[in-house]
């Protein structure tokens, strides 16, 4: 939240981030709604460039640097793994040291020099192994430089994207707290709305705008406009500057929650009473918290106040706060730790969610033409997935809901839990669904004489690929919303920000082991001179298998949830209703 400052010039601190303005920010009044033109669109322009490098990135590593499925998906997975892990760092940078527009403006500058670089490997050839030799399909592989060329622009680019990432949908608000203040309090709720239509419309838009430049023009324009829209949108949220509300890093909550672990292993000695009257807890000034719970007793020699003398200072907070914490600040670690059961079950479900790059290359085989002229990129078919989730969003509050609150004759809503679970099950179904069209499209390219030809388009519609897809964007859908409501419910007020976090952590560790998963199967099943579950011939590979392991996997995954859920027990405000 936005800082007010009295008619005194005292200035109110609010969490995390802190504001000063002085006579001429007053007078100006900077923040509000016109600020939101400059931030909005950055977005929609940044997300748009940088989700149009995933959908065909696994063709141009294969097609440009002869890589392997199994080489060029595991740098898709590390690439991705990087992407989720980095906002989590740079939230935590913004919010202690850097502020969050400068966390934006860093971002972006960063993220377009990544970008720009990786373009050139597009149009410089010597940044690429020279074409393979026709004649007896002799492909040279990358040197070192050409490897080191192309994964530094990943990376730096994983790193702006991460840093914009953990700062853009926060900033939003802190322009429109005085907006709250001032008796418009749909403002909040209007830029939400619009931030995620937005980025849902800039997905659009990159899954087929772009992904068909890059398949019907090339890679050189083709990863050349998102380096122009990446520029408009470095260049956008820089012009809005003057009317930012830029808020002062304070501390972070992840600071807090290593002090408590910290200050219960140097607190290990001390003697926790059953009675906790006669311990003096450290207390948060204002916090209706007084007494840590009996769940984890151990971490709660972290807020214990030994000798008031030396642990509190004049004004009650803690000399030092390595070695005594508050009680709100021990509550947080257990709340977190609380979930992480479940928590794990989400990245799993990761798992399933990484598979980018045989998609495509299942699409490449496949009849994918509208009519007689028109056809479908492969990496467009995502696109179906985003449908879904979109029209599942719509349905279920518009139609479902209110057809079982009829139903039962009073309002009805599903658990987050519930609609986790049922997330988990999508998800597992979604990989059974493509393990078993993989299984018919296999057939058919042998049958058709293709075994020795991955580039052939067989006589199969790729419609058969609609219902994955839109397995997979119901299962998103339901799941991340529902994952996310979750830990907002769960969590002290003040860990909102940890959800997106967790979301983010659990993609990651998600593709690390999706990128796991397949090198083991690869090196498991190639033994002996066998052909690759995975290999790059998907006409020869057994994808069909391999997606069979997947649903084990979710499976396994489903009953582990069931099992992490009735251990948890109700959510917060379940209890009256079990009552």
């Not at 398949?215 to 520029?231: A, I, K, Q, S, Y």
């Not at 979930?339 to 045989?358: E, R």
């Not at 057939?443 to 609609?466: H, R, T």
């Amino acid at each position: 939240m936005e800082n007010l400052v009295c008619e005194k010039g005292e200035m109110v601190e609010e969490p995390l981030l802190l504001v000063e303005m002085d006579d001429d920010d007053q007078e100006t009044q900077k923040g509000g709604c016109r600020t939101l033109p400059f931030i909005l669109g950055s977005m929609a322009l940044m997300n748009a460039a940088l989700s149009a490098l995933t959908p065909n990135m696994i063709l141009y590593l294969m097609n440009e640097y002869h890589m392997d499925m199994t080489t060029g998906s595991n740098i898709m997975f590390i690439w991705s793994a990087a992407t989720n892990f980095a906002p989590v760092v740079a939230a935590f940078m913004a919010d202690a040291f850097v502020g969050r527009f400068q966390m934006i403006g860093l971002g972006s500058v960063v993220t377009l020099v990544g970008m720009f670089l990786f373009w050139l490997t597009s149009v410089i050839p010597q940044a690429r192994p020279p074409p393979c030799v026709s004649s007896n399909n002799i492909c040279r592989s990358s040197d070192m430089l050409q490897f080191f060329f192309l994964c530094f622009p990943l990376g730096i680019t994983a790193i702006g994207d991460g840093a914009i990432k953990s700062s853009s949908l926060a900033f939003g608000p802190d322009q429109l707290t005085r907006e709250v203040y001032h008796g418009n309090a749909r403002a909040m709720e209007r830029y939400f709305s619009w931030y995620y239509a937005l980025y849902a419309l800039s997905l659009l838009v990159a899954l087929t705008c772009l992904v068909y430049i890059q398949v019907n023009m090339g890679w050189g324009l083709g990863f050349g406009v998102p380096v122009l829209l990446m520029l408009f949108s470095t260049v956008l949220i820089y012009l809005g500057t003057p009317f930012y509300v830029k808020l002062k890093p304070k501390s972070s909550l992840i600071t807090g929650l290593f002090q408590v672990i910290v200050a219960s292993y140097r607190n290990r000695c001390l003697r926790l009473s059953s009675q906790s009257a006669d311990i003096l807890y450290h207390q948060k000034r204002g916090s209706a918290i007084v007494l840590p719970s009996e769940r984890l007793r151990f971490l709660n020699k972290a807020c214990i106040v030994q000798d008031p003398q030396l642990d509190l200072s004049p004004d009650g907070e803690a000399t030092d706060p390595w070695r005594l914490c508050t009680v709100d600040q021990v509550e947080e670690l257990k709340a977190l730790l609380k979930v992480f059961p479940i928590w794990l079950t989400a990245v799993v479900f990761s798992i399933n969610l990484s598979q980018n790059s045989f998609p495509v290359l299942q699409a490449t085989t496949m009849d994918r033409h509208i009519g007689s002229s028109f056809e479908i990129p492969a990496g467009s078919f995502g696109l179906f997935g985003v449908i879904s989730a979109i029209l599942w969003l719509v349905l279920y509050d518009c139609l479902i809901l209110p057809i079982a609150s009829k139903l039962s004759g009073k309002p009805t809503h599903f658990s987050t839990k519930e609609r986790m679970g049922f997330g988990l099950f999508l998800s597992f179904l979604s990989v059974l669904v493509v393990a078993a069209v993989e299984g018919v499209r296999r057939s058919v390219a042998i049958k058709e004489g293709y075994s020795d030809d991955p580039q052939g388009v067989i006589p199969m519609s790729a419609i058969w690929l609609l219902p994955q897809n839109c397995l997979t964007g119901v299962a998103v859908a339901v799941h991340a919303i529902g994952q996310n409501e979750f830990y907002i419910s769960e969590f002290p007020r003040s860990m909102s920000s940890v959800a997106s976090a967790l979301l983010g952590v659990s993609s990651g560790v998600g593709s690390l082991l999706a990128s796991f998963v397949m090198s083991t199967i690869d090196n498991l099943t190639k033994r002996g001179g066998a052909e690759s579950w995975v290999s790059s011939n998907v006409n020869k590979g057994h994808y069909d298998y391999y997606y069979l392991v997947l649903a084990g996997f979710s499976l396994v995954n489903v009953l582990c949830y069931i099992v992490c859920s009735r251990a948890y027990g109700p959510c917060k405000g379940e209890e009256d209703e079990i009552k």
